[in-house]
Every structure is written in structure tokens, then in C-alpha cells.
């Protein structure tokens, strides 16, 4: 049990399930019906995760030791090399599985898998690495959109940017401040894009639904945000991981509800990594 502790830390897995959401979200806006496909679409989403998880901590160890000796390399508890095996294992799969999805997915997986390295290698000494992250949610959105039909749409497009613009803002948001320091009002407006977008798009039958999924993401993004702004003791950890917490949410506006109830597995899958949130560290 705990070295199943240990990998389920340098997984990360809290924060799997918006993973699958950023998955479901890019199927439906291909306007595609659910297959065995989506099934692949998910465990080569989830692997491609899984890895740049791990290979964060391989990157990091020296700067665990450092600022956080209780990450399990510098803890001893797993080696850095058997860390590095884990990861491009991983990665190894995600790629393999969604290469079998047709070239369109392939190509974008590529893509994604290395700006995932750029990432992991870069974040602690790069400025902008927010933008990198938000384009792995970007790139993986549109991965999805590909799959069923080689193709992508205009809605995919604006809508993975939406998304990423999103997970930018939020990473900001926790990277840039801290407990002692004024907080900045400007990343907002990334949290802001898909609620922008939607009110923009979204016309006739879609309107009303779309106005309604946006008050949910508001909401919960205001939640979020109260204790950065809005409360003498700030809690940014908490902040940050609620609103990672929200990406389903930003998912469930992008299909505006979705057909059927599709919308309840999106609800589901937020309510997944804020229960998920409360057990396992997201970092």
C-alpha cells in the first residue's frame, strides 16, 4: 500500500478525471457518437498525463531537495532513474495508443507529448510556463476532436483556446503570488475566455442553456477565487486546486450541456477531482 501511495502521488492522479473531461469535450465537439475509440482516446490521454507527471518530478528532483525534500525522490522513498522509467514508459504508451487513432490524433499527440517535456524541463526557470500548460490542455482537447473524424472544426479550435486560456490564467494565478504579496487581478481574464466565448457563440436554443452553464462556471470560479481576494488569510494551494477542479466545468460549457445526459458526466467528473482533491496531493 505504500508504494502504491508513492506512485499514485507522482501520478498526480487527482487531477485525472478533467483529464478525461478535456477527452469527452473534444469527442463531442466533433459531433461524433461514442465508441471504442473514446475508449483508446482515454487511456492514451491518461498515460500521456500520467507521464508528465512523473517526468516533472525526474526534472525536479534537484529543486525538491531544496524546497520540497518531502516529493518522494528526495525523500528516498522511489529512485530518480526508476522515476525516469516510469515516465517515458508512460509516455511511450500514450503515444503508441492514440497513434492508432489515425494521423490527424498521432500528429497532435506528438505535439503534445513535447511540449509536455518543454514543460516539465523548463517550468521552474521559465516565465511563461503557464502558456505551456495551457497548451497541453489546448493540445489535448484538440487530440480528442481528431480522433473520430481526422478533422478539426472551427469550435475546437476556439474552444481548446478558450480552455487554454483558462488553465493559464489559473496557473498564474498560483505561480506569481503568494500569501504576503497584493494579488493581481489581471489572470482573471483568462478564467474569463470561456465564459467570453460561449456568450459569444452560442445563439437561438443554445442561448439560454449556454447563460446558465456559464452562471455555473462563474460561480464556482468566484468560490474559488475567495480566498485570494476576498478573505484576510489567503489559501492560494486551495484557490489552485479548485479551479483545476472546474475544468469539467469549462468542458461542460464548451458542448453548452451536451446531448442527453451528458452533462451529468461532466457534474460527475468535477465532483470526482474535488473528492479525489481531498486525499491525494495535487503537486
Known sequence: ???????????????LPTVWSNCLCGWLLAEAEPDWRLALLLVGA?????????????????????????????????????????????????????????RAPAALALALALIILLYDATHRRFALSPVLLGACRALLVLTAAASPTGRLTGLSLWSSLALGCYVVGADFLARKQTADTQPSYWPCLGLAAPVVLALIINRAEWQWRGLMLSGVLIAWVLISLRLVYWSPQRNLVYSAAALVAGIPLVDLLAVCGGPGMTGLIFAGLWGATRLLQRFLPGQ
Open 1 to 15: 500500500m505504500a508504494r502504491l501511495g508513492i506512485h499514485l502521488r507522482l501520478g498526480r492522479v487527482a487531477t
Open 46 to 102: 491518461s498515460a500521456l498525463y500520467v507521464a508528465g507527471a512523473y517526468l516533472n518530478d525526474a526534472f525536479d528532483a534537484d529543486w525538491d531537495r531544496l524546497s520540497r525534500p518531502d516529493r518522494p525522490v528526495p525523500a528516498g522513498t522511489i529512485s530518480r532513474v526508476e522515476v525516469w522509467q516510469w515516465g517515458l514508459t508512460a509516455m511511450a504508451v500514450g503515444l503508441a495508443t492514440l497513434a492508432c487513432l489515425g
